[in-house]
């Protein structure tokens, strides 16, 4: 069974422009998650879809939005990128969320740099 | 936030056991996680707990207090590949993560 997987892998984008990123999640798995980590904050929640549907947010400004699409397929779009959004985007996917014996599975990440 | 705390940094000999402390605030709590990530890689599920007690997987053991908020992971006979970060992780309201900063572990010879 394939992995989660992410493309791109490496980005290089200029303030102001906008990027988007997508993740393909494991067959079968219907809830895609999206994290942003960087050195000094972490790992921190941006959305959850489920079924096409944003089903959970974290505090995360409005440039940054997603989408999911029938085949379970994410994207994610960050607009007028700030230098601050420079950091590692990671998507993971699960059966239907939830944790409970839902574990969570990672893709390998984007690793977005914003000059 | 949720208030999850964890050391920054640990270093332990080869051979050694080795425990990885956590503590949270929060509510609608449904479970913790442990995660290992290798520099520049994805993180990879360890362990779930969601009642109190100790959880035994191999060489990996996490333990649950929910009234303390408080977990730990354990790793023991430590092998030079166990150097990585240790995310705990955890699940509010089913379907919400939140993730701690992360313990760099390095594992000396």
């Known amino acids: 069974k394939a992995g989660v997987t992410q493309t791109p892998r490496y980005l290089i984008k200029t303030r102001g422009q906008q990027v988007t990123l997508s993740c393909s999640p494991i067959s079968g798995h219907r809830s895609v998650s999206w994290y942003q980590q960087t050195p000094g904050q972490g790992l921190q929640f941006l959305f959850e879809y489920f079924s096409e549907t944003q089903r959970n947010k974290g505090n995360f400004p409005g440039r940054f939005s997603g989408r999911q699409f029938s085949n379970s397929r994410s994207e994610m779009n960050v607009s007028t990128l700030e230098l601050g959004d420079s950091a590692l985007y990671l998507c993971a996917s699960s059966l239907v969320g939830g944790g409970l014996n839902n574990e969570q599975f990672f893709g390998p990440g984007t690793r977005l740099t914003v000059l | 936030g949720q208030n999850i705390d964890q050391p920054t940094e640990m270093t332990a000999t080869e051979g050694a056991i080795v425990q990885i402390n956590c503590t949270y605030q929060t509510s609608g709590f449904n479970g913790l996680f442990w995660y290992q990530q290798h520099a520049g890689e994805a993180p990879t599920f360890l362990s779930y707990?969601?009642?109190?007690g100790l959880e035994e997987k191999g060489r990996f053991s996490s333990f649950l207090s929910r009234s303390k908020g408080y977990s730990y992971l354990l790793l023991k006979e430590l092998q030079m590949k166990d150097s990585a970060s240790y995310l705990c992780?955890?699940?509010?309201?089913?379907?919400?993560?939140?993730f701690g900063s992360g313990t760099k572990l390095n594992v000396k010879p």
């Open positions: 707990n969601v009642l109190d």
């Open positions: 992780a955890v699940l509010r309201n089913f379907n919400k993560f939140y």
